[in-house]
């Protein structure tokens, strides 16, 4: 089964750094099957709805990110280990939220997301 | 505020049919497909409707979906309790190059 594993709750003050992962299991055999489907990250604040932040392909670790979260966010990818990651270079209290990534396919201009990841909650305080 | 809109909420009693809708432009509903993502209380969302009306496997056929110019639909048959959740749609958007969700809508089951 296609799984996506995040990394647990972190709490953070703000202004620190953060590295959250997704590692992908059940379709990884071979590090090219991980390569062909992109990987993106969804923002969830507290009781509010969903926000795409940006893509990464595997293969060639080609990146793209939404308006909103270009130069906030990196999102990178180590294809030897099926994982992508989502790092901050200094959380704001803003960036509280939960963080979810998804498998996308093999089209990045897609919003097709076939397979979740639990999520994993970051909370920042002052 | 989102691009793609949808009603904030939505209900209907046991057994019952229900309609989402989710109204978008020309440069994302309006020229790629739509998908429908459910979200049960803290849980990770789900896709259930791709490709505007396609079901993926597991998916009740009870879950419908339609897209006709710039905007499209989410319908539940024979509503279940289980049914209870907020609903997103989501779409490409060619012009900000990005993917568009709905705003959500909380669906209750009366």
């Known amino acids: 089964d296609v799984q996506l594993v995040q990394s647990g709750a972190e709490v953070k003050k703000a202004g620190e750094s953060l590295k959250i992962s997704c590692k992908a299991s059940g379709y990884t055999l071979g590090t090219n099957t991980f390569a062909r489907y992109w990987i993106g990250w969804v923002r969830q604040m507290p009781g509010k709805g969903l926000e795409w932040m940006g893509v990464i392909y595997p293969g060639d670790s080609e990146t793209r990110y939404s308006p909103s979260f270009q130069g906030q966010v990196t999102i990178s990818v180590l294809k030897s280990i099926s994982t992508a990651y989502l790092q901050w270079s200094s959380l704001k209290v803003s960036d509280t939220a939960m963080y979810f990534c998804v498998r996308v396919g093999l089209n990045r201009k897609s919003s097709y997301f076939d397979y979740w990841g639990h999520g994993t909650l970051v909370t920042v305080s002052s | 505020q989102s691009v793609l809109t949808q009603p904030p909420s939505a209900s209907g009693t046991p057994g019952q049919r229900v309609s989402i809708s989710c109204s978008g432009s020309?440069?994302?509903?309006?020229?790629?497909?739509l998908n429908w993502y459910q979200q049960l209380p803290g849980a990770a969302p789900k896709l259930v409707i791709y490709?505007?009306?396609q079901r993926p496997s597991g998916v009740p056929d009870r879950f419908s979906g339609s897209k006709s110019g710039t905007s499209g639909s989410l319908a539940i048959s024979g509503l279940q309790s289980e049914d209870e959740a907020d609903y997103y749609c989501a779409a490409w958007d060619d012009s900000l190059d990005e993917v568009l969700f709905g705003g959500g809508t909380k669906l209750t089951v009366l």
């Open positions: 490709n505007n009306n």
């Open positions: 020309p440069s994302n509903i309006g020229s790629n497909v």
